[in-house]
């Protein structure tokens, strides 16, 4: 396989044959005895006052940066924590007669990106800047290609690299010549790990459940398809681990949570990811207003955990998570935003008024889709600070149990913050037989053409046949969130590896049939 080299690439391709040569081995396999990082020393360094406890620092990282300085140099080091500058001495690194680790690899055959490993002492130079005296310096990976170029002055970052084709195929060189990404994973860990702390504080069990399905049950949409060899079947990438997790609470579990991996074969935008993380968990004895009471302060405990403060700032706007948050019905928030009381309308009549608003309205659209179409186009933006949008039409929600008190209804509620749902939640339809009969009217949606209408899982109706207790469930689309805590635009920014078009390399050979 031939490889298409730039110049730059083949002048470190030469660097790195003349370092073989001086007998350096450019990758060694070597445990590297790093005991600090630069923040470490950058936040507890105190000059005289402590220079002791740095006196024999050693630490790794990447060489950033270089002034040359004829028998001596500057260099910013970075490690996975932050930055920190360097400086090398010729006489320093190499004091004896042979000057070749300065002169020949330091000065000519180290580049930007190179990582390596440096041993010192901590010092703060005439300017006040905290540095690292090196008096020995290995080379523990040669960089093959050269990362894009960053432009900074006084430790600020004023042209960093933005274009999205580069960061999302090249997240690994994003993270490198943008740090300051890095800490947008380091709060998603931080959010979810507050997500796992809240709940197990509260009895709850954490599970795994199936990503390949015979049925992709608990959720409206178009899912993936592939093919179990060793069964000769279909099976499906889930689409949602509801129906399991329900399985697990007729099975005696009281309090059962996942977070999952799901999957559906949809459209991409900037909210949207055909691959994306889901928090599911499902309370016994509990109803949807239970619920949002506990989504309440489970939010406000997120927003602390990220940020220190339910206070979050998304693109010019303040949003705050203290509860308690507005609870108001779909029929209301379509009046609200459209003027239209749409609640006694049938199908032909919420057609029309789709027509009239020139929103989608096809035959393959029965009147939960309709009433979908008219919120989503209307309302849902409009709902900035957190609120909870309740009481659906029963069309709408196949695994909802119907409203105790209101006709047509049923127990659900929906999270909007920043004007996208966050949060999806029920009092879970218990009833077999009734739950038989909203499977049947997807089946008959699923005739129409809706490619969205969910399967019947006759398993699932068996299960709900042995009893399932009274239950409220939730899921809470965990990317979205990131971005509300993060203040980033697109789900794009929140995913480490997200998907895109398949990328033609330069010296990818052709694809062969086995």
């Not at 659209?365 to 949008?389: C, H, N, R, S, V």
């Not at 042995?466 to 969130?481: A, F, H, V």
Request: charged residues 30%; negative net charge.
């Amino acid at each position: 396989m031939s490889q298409h080299l730039s110049e730059q690439e083949l002048i470190r391709r030469g660097k790195l044959a003349e370092l073989q040569k001086l007998g350096i081995d450019a990758f060694p396999a070597a445990l590297y005895p790093v005991n600090a990082t630069t923040n470490n020393i950058k936040e507890n360094f105190k000059g005289e006052e402590n220079k002791a406890d740095f006196a024999n620092v050693c630490l790794a990282g990447r060489i950033m940066g270089v002034r040359d300085m004829g028998k001596a140099s500057f260099a910013v080091l970075q490690d996975s924590i932050g930055k920190i500058q360097i400086y090398v001495k010729r006489d320093e690194v190499c004091p004896g007669e042979d000057k070749t680790m300065y002169d020949q690899v330091w000065k000519k055959l180290l580049d930007i990106g190179d990582i390596i490993g440096v041993k010192g002492y901590v010092f703060t130079t005439k300017v006040g800047e905290i540095s690292i005296h090196v008096s020995e310096f290995i080379l523990l990976t040669k960089a093959l290609k050269p990362l894009p170029v960053v432009k900074e002055a006084e430790g600020h970052t004023f042209d960093a690299v933005t274009d999205p084709e580069f960061r999302y195929r090249q997240r690994y060189a994003d993270l490198v010549v943008n740090p300051h990404v890095k800490e947008v994973f380091v709060k998603r860990t931080k959010l979810m790990n507050a997500i796992r702390e809240f709940l197990n504080e509260r009895g709850a069990l954490e599970v795994d459940t199936p990503v390949l399905q015979s049925i992709p049950g608990g959720a409206a949409a178009k899912p993936f398809i592939t093919h179990h060899n060793a069964l000769d079947v279909p099976f499906y990438m889930r689409i949602a681990n509801e129906l399991y997790l329900k399985r697990l609470i007729v099975g005696g579990f009281d309090w059962v949570y996942e977070f999952s991996r799901n999957f559906r074969n949809e459209g991409m935008d900037r909210t949207h990811n055909p691959e994306f993380t889901v928090l599911e968990f499902y309370t016994a004895y509990k109803d949807y207003e239970w619920m949002m009471d506990i989504t309440e302060q489970l939010m406000e405990r997120i927003a602390i955990a990220t940020n220190g403060t339910t206070k979050v700032t998304v693109g010019d706007t303040e949003i705050d998570f203290k509860a308690p948050y507005r609870r108001i019905s779909i029929y209301d928030a379509i009046k609200e935003h459209t003027g239209t009381d749409v609640s006694e309308m049938n199908e032909d009549q919420l057609r029309d008024l789709c027509k009239q608003l020139h929103l989608k309205h096809d035959a393959s659209m029965g009147k939960g889709k309709l009433i979908d179409e008219l919120f989503g186009e209307k309302a849902e933006g409009k709902f900035i600070q957190p609120t909870f949008i309740i009481d659906y039409p029963v069309e709408m929600s196949p695994l909802t149990k119907k409203h105790r008190s209101k006709p047509g209804v049923v127990e659900r509620f929906e999270l909007m913050v920043n004007g996208k749902e966050i949060a999806n939640a029920y009092t879970e339809l218990n009833d077999p037989i009734d739950q038989r009969e909203r499977f049947e009217e997807q089946a008959k949606l699923m005739e129409r053409g809706d490619d969205e209408a969910m399967f019947i899982d006759y398993d699932f109706l068996r299960a709900l046949e042995y009893g399932m207790p009274p239950t409220s469930g939730i899921g809470i689309g965990i990317d979205r969130l990131c971005m509300l805590m993060t203040n980033q635009p697109s789900i794009q920014d929140v995913l480490l590896f997200p998907q895109m078009r398949p990328e033609k390399m330069e010296d990818e050979e052709p694809s062969k049939e086995l």
